[in-house]
Structure formats: structure tokens, C-alpha cells
């Protein structure tokens, strides 16, 4: 079982929560009445329904700067997750620009999977494998399974390794190693799924290595089997902020609640109404369960828009609130009226592209009245 010195387990905080107690809170300022009440919300779970441009990333960031302004927490106490690299890196900025200098010691802001590659690091031995594992991409994840699948005389080509690749991705977005996969799911791959699965998992601990799915599955599964390892955690991350929460699969959500599990102080920010990801594995539920996984939550609805005219509002919770299993909320804005929505049908997608370019000729022509114009394309692909 691995194990390291408490005291030394977050390395860099460099900002003295005392020094920043100290400092006025102009930063709550500039927030209006709901996103104030979220971010001064910190004790217990909390739930930020955050409409589309409602600015659900200036209230997180602020919720960041009161948690370290107040000494609630150092840099490295608090556990911060996004989606992509990308957004990590704006959320750093913003609560730098907020503080007023440079934000260091907050080595746990980042997406699921960069955050699991330090933490699996730490106790790779529990899964079988070493410290210094390496990563497959995949491409090296597919080379693998052929592998496995030539071992076993299956025709690559009647079953192919990229399908059985899907299957292995699906099965670890759900937390299922292959012990774990349900019979309702063993006859994936001309029944032999469950089979080629723990071959694969056996091959990547030869070779010291993990996929992406790993990551998150083998930290579920440490955290389960070792009740000690996920306590530290649950004292060090003292405050779990989340990003996008209705775009989690089932280990996110899993790996989420059982480090919440002990002071349940989580704020997960998140839109009911924008989860578009379930062809990767994203759960909507997560979000529309989230009151009954941690009861007496404070849920707040942002919901002034600062990006949309009324006429866009309107047409898009006409069409929003014919959705089912949502939370609900209604969205509004303090900009002017603005142009109306117009709805315009083709025949078909040569028809539509063929229009898109003429009213793009027309207004660079200026015969539609000649004003500088900002234009962009929206095209929704079906899988």
C-alpha cells in the first residue's frame, strides 16, 4: 500500500491565507444577487444551475478568490475540475486578475484526467502498476487489442478492434472493471467482451501502462478498496468546485461523491439544459439527482443573461422547455428587444448552404443595410 508524509502531500502554497483575510472583497462587488449567493455560500454542497451566458465561470472563479480571500482554504485545499485544459488555464487567469497577482500552489485545478494522472502516480502499486506508467493514446490503445485479439484467433476484420475499443471505453465510463460488467452488457463482442477486456487490462499492467478510461477507473477503484487513501483526500480537498457537472459519466460522478463524501463541502455548476455529450458517456441524471445524493444542498439558478437579446431568449426556452428531466429555469435578460428570430427552411443541405452564402454576399455587399455585421455559423452534426 503505498503512503507519503502528510505534511508534505501538497507541495507550493505559496499565499497566506491570513495575508488574504485581510484584504477587502471588491470581487463580490461586480456579481448580481444570485451569483453572490453562490459564491458565499461555501458550507455544504451546493448546486449553480448556470443558463447559457449567464456567467457561471465569473461566479466560480469569485467563489475561488472568497474560499482563499476569507482563509477557508490554501491553494492547494482546493480541488477544482473542468472539462478541458483550456478552461483550467482561463479559470488561473481570472482568479489571478481577481487577487490581484499571480496564483501558485493550486496544483489541483485542472480537468478529470489530469488531476487522476498525479493522483494515480501516487499509488499506482495498488492497481499493478509502477509510478512512472505511461499513457496510451488511441491509436496504441487499438495496436493492443489486435494483439489481444490475435492471441484469441477472433477476425479482425468481422470484429473489429476499434468497435471492441468503443465497448472498453463505454464499459470504464461506467466504473465497470471486468469483474464489475453487468450480464445484461456480456454478450457485447460475439460474447466474448468481458473476456477480451480483462486480457487487454492484464496486458496494459505488463506493459506498465493505462488508457484514458484507466485513470478515472483505477482512482474509483483505489478509493474504494482503501478507505485510509480516500480519507487523506477527503481532509485535503477541503472545497470541490466542478465545472459543467451535467456533461459527467458515471466514474466522474463517482470518483466526485466519494471524495465529497466526507465534509460534502462540493459546489457543482452546471446547465440541465446543455448536456449534448451522452454519445461519450455523459450522464444528465448526475445533475437532476444531485439534491438526493446530498441532501439539504442549496441549489441557485443564474439565470440573467448578459449574452442574448429577448427574442433569442424567448425562441430558445420555447424550444427548452419541451425537454424532459430538467430542473428548470427561466432565463431573461436587461439588453434591448433586438431583431427577431427568423426561421427559414431548405429542401436540403445544399439548399441551406447555397443561402447561408448568398446572405453572406448580401451583407458583405451591403443590401442589407450597409452595417458592419458579426456573423457566425452554428452546424449540428448527427452521429
Known amino acids: 500500500m503505498s503512503s507519503f508524509d502528510e505534511s508534505h502531500a501538497f507541495e507550493g502554497a505559496s499565499l497566506s491565507a491570513r495575508a488574504m483575510a485581510a484584504r477587502p472583497a471588491p470581487y463580490l462587488d461586480d456579481l448580481n444577487p444570485a451569483q453572490r449567493a453562490a459564491v458565499e455560500a461555501l458550507d455544504g454542497p451546493v448546486l ?9 465561470t465569473k461566479a466560480l472563479t469569485s467563489r475561488i478568490v472568497h474560499l482563499l480571500s476569507t482563509g477557508r482554504a490554501r491553494p492547494n485545499e482546493i480541488l477544482s475540475v473542468t472539462f478541458t485544459n ?39 502499486e495498488l492497481v499493478g502498476l509502477k509510478s512512472n506508467f505511461t499513457i496510451l493514446d488511441t491509436d496504441d490503445q487499438i495496436r493492443l487489442i489486435k ?28 466504473a465497470w472493471t471486468p469483474a464489475k460488467v453487468p450480464s445484461a452488457e456480456a454478450g457485447a463482442f460475439n460474447n466474448r467482451g468481458t473476456e477480451i477486456y480483462d486480457q487487454y487490462q492484464t496486458r496494459l499492467r505488463e506493459l506498465n501502462a493505462a488508457d484514458f478510461g484507466d485513470l478515472l477507473l483505477h482512482m474509483v477503484t483505489i478509493f474504494q478498496a482503501h478507505p485510509d487513501i480516500l ?124 443561402w447561408i452564402g448568398e446572405e453572406i454576399e448580401a451583407l458583405q455587399r451591403g443590401t442589407r443595410g450597409g452595417a458592419p455585421f458579426g456573423l457566425c455559423v452554428l452546424l449540428r452534426i448527427g452521429f
Not at 468481422?158 to 465510463?173: E, S, V
Not at 458517456?281 to 442549496?298: R, S, T
Request: contains cysteine; positive net charge; proline residues 2%.
Open 231 to 354: 480519507e487523506q483526500y477527503q481532509r485535503w480537498f477541503k472545497y470541490i468546485l466542478v465545472d459543467e457537472y451535467q456533461d459527467t459519466n458515471v466514474a466522474q460522478y463517482l470518483w466526485l461523491r466519494l471524495l465529497a463524501g466526507g465534509h460534502k463541502n462540493i459546489c457543482c455548476v452546471g446547465d440541465d439544459d446543455q448536456s449534448i455529450y451522452g454519445w461519450r458517456g455523459a450522464e444528465v441524471g448526475n445533475i437532476l439527482k444531485f439534491e438526493k445524493d446530498f441532501p439539504g444542498a442549496v441549489v441557485v439558478r443564474l439565470e440573467q443573461n448578459y449574452r442574448s437579446t429577448p427574442h433569442i431568449l424567448a425562441a430558445a426556452s420555447g424550444v427548452i422547455q419541451g425537454n424532459e428531466g430538467r430542473l428548470g429555469k427561466t432565463l431573461w435578460t436587461a439588453e434591448e428587444t433586438g431583431e427577431k428570430v427568423r426561421l427559414i427552411g431548405h429542401w436540403d443541405g445544399e439548399e441551406e448552404a447555397r
Open 48 to 56: 449553480m444551475l448556470a443558463g447559457a451566458g449567464t456567467g457561471k
Open 147 to 174: 494483439q489481444v485479439l490475435s492471441v484469441n484467433n477472433i477476425d479482425e476484420k468481422r470484429w473489429p478492434a476499434r468497435q471492441m475499443a468503443g465497448i472498453i471505453d463505454h464499459w470504464k465510463n461506467r
Open 86 to 124: 483550456k478552461a483550467a488555464r482561463e479559470m488561473k487567469n481570472r482568479v489571478g486578475l481577481l487577487l490581484g497577482q499571480t496564483v501558485e500552489g493550486m496544483p489541483w485545478m485542472g480537468t478529470f484526467h489530469s488531476i487522476c494522472v498525479k493522483l494515480l502516480r501516487r499509488h499506482a
